[in-house]
């Protein structure tokens, strides 16, 4: 379909005549180009993908786009450039003056002085079309295209700064980013729900496992970190996990990308639930302010209303329950859920999304659960009758719980009070002596 040529290629091209003595032109991403505030006459070069072309008598109006904005860069050109070549989806490289546009619609634009056709496109055949919006399940038949339209270039851009904005944050603030494995001899999760590593052909006896054990895809980078932070007092990681869960949900991917932070020497909920709101909103705001084009694309055809939802969350504290509030909050509500609220039951994302609705649409964390619902390494608060301990969820609107953390025991007969009653003393034992 498309016939690029990176290496000894033979270059289609059009230009007029050339200037010696002129310097190489600086090369610019298209929204460079359109952020510029000042011409000074200079040649620059801009490459990439044509959105449209506009065939007039004397002139030739391209727009190109190379990823780097959702508005792509106006391209003016005398009318001897037009070929057949110049289509939707052919890719460019074009040279000439950056000048400012005399229309309000954009800031700057470029007057061709050269144009080079990479790799030509049949518009034809082209499975997208000018100015259509195909929905997302048409867009799904063509994977290695679709990234070239408006939806998807828009949402991977905003991940983009989404991962920017968190590896900033955790940077600004101290933190030291850990490469945790992605294959593990590890059952971070306890659950069950792991992919198993095998080689593709089998090398050894099929009953021999490759690294001696039996190693898993990771569920998550916790117990690594947990060690880490033994020499390190603040850690992060953000990577690839994976769960073996056989459900079709948004909830539960086989696949995605967790944020995972140790922090050593806290002593109350209240540092960790500054850390979590603190990258909630630096990233909210990095984004915002660096996408907004995106942004606006998303609130329009993608997730309407959820822009106004971001803006209110960042202008208020994020709010704070127990658990035990938090259910009779659930209790006293007019509301029929489908699973009844019971102190020492789980909250379900039926329960979390009534909850931040009942606070303002406002961010909530709810903070010391029951001891029976959360892991055995979470500190007892030592609270009966009602025994809790200090483990913190963040609920945000439309979503439920986004946040989750602990203050860990650190006291040892605890430990072991929690092992022996989970039955894990044994086990305990045995990585003792090791």
Not at 61 to 72: C, K, R, V
Not at 190 to 206: H, T
Not at 379 to 393: C, I, K, L, S, Y
Request: charged share 20%; hydrophobic share 40%.
């Amino acid at each position: 379909m498309f016939g690029a040529r990176f290496l000894a290629r033979a270059l289609r091209s059009c230009s007029s005549a050339p200037c010696p003595g002129h310097r190489p032109p600086a090369r610019l991403s298209v929204r460079d180009a359109l952020g510029a505030q000042s011409t000074s006459g200079e040649r620059v070069k801009v490459q990439g993908w044509i959105r449209s072309v506009r065939s007039q008598k004397e002139v030739l109006f391209l727009h190109i786009n190379d990823g780097s904005s959702l508005e792509s860069l106006q391209v003016v050109a005398d009318s001897s450039f037009d070929n057949r070549e110049l289509a939707f989806g052919s890719s460019v490289e074009v040279q000439g003056q950056l000048v400012k546009s005399p229309s309000k619609k954009q800031n700057m634009e470029l007057k061709a002085e050269k144009i080079e056709v990479v790799g030509n496109c049949d518009a034809t055949a082209f499975p997208f079309k000018y100015k259509e919006r195909h929905p997302l399940e048409y867009l799904r038949q063509y994977p290695h295209l679709r990234c070239r339209t408006n939806a998807l270039g828009s949402i991977l851009r905003v991940r983009s700064e989404a991962t920017a904005a968190i590896h900033s944050f955790f940077k600004d603030n101290g933190f030291v980013h850990i490469h945790t494995p992605i294959i593990t001899s590890n059952d971070c999760e306890g659950a069950g729900e792991l992919f198993q590593v095998e080689p593709s052909s089998k090398i050894k006896m099929p009953e021999e496992n490759f690294f001696n054990v039996p190693a898993f895809l990771t569920v998550s980078g916790q117990l690594h970190l947990e060690v880490m932070s033994g020499a390190f007092t603040q850690v992060f990681t953000f990577g690839p996990t994976f769960r073996a869960e056989n459900s079709q949900s948004r909830r539960h991917l086989a696949e995605f990308y967790m944020v995972e932070a140790e922090i050593s020497f806290v002593e109350s909920l209240q540092d960790l639930m500054q850390v979590m709101e603190g990258l909630f909103k630096t990233a909210t705001m990095m984004v915002l302010s660096n996408c907004p084009e995106d942004v606006e694309l998303c609130h329009k055809f993608i997730a309407p209303g959820q822009k106004e939802r971001l803006e209110h969350m960042l202008k208020n504290n994020f709010l704070i329950i127990s658990y035990t509030e938090a259910v009779e909050i659930l209790k006293q509500s007019s509301q029929n859920f489908t699973f009844t609220p019971e102190w020492g039951v789980d909250l379900h994302t039926e329960h979390e999304k009534y909850l931040v609705k009942h606070c303002g649409n406002i961010p909530v964390f709810v903070i010391n659960y029951p001891l029976a619902l959360k892991p055995f390494y979470m500190r007892d608060n030592e609270d009966g009758p009602q025994h809790t301990v200090a483990a913190v969820d963040l609920l945000v609107p439309g979503v439920g719980e986004l946040f989750g953390g602990s203050l860990r025991e650190e006291r040892y007969h605890f430990l072991e009070q929690r092992l022996a009653r989970s039955g894990l003393t044994e086990t305990y034992q045995c990585l003792s002596i090791f």
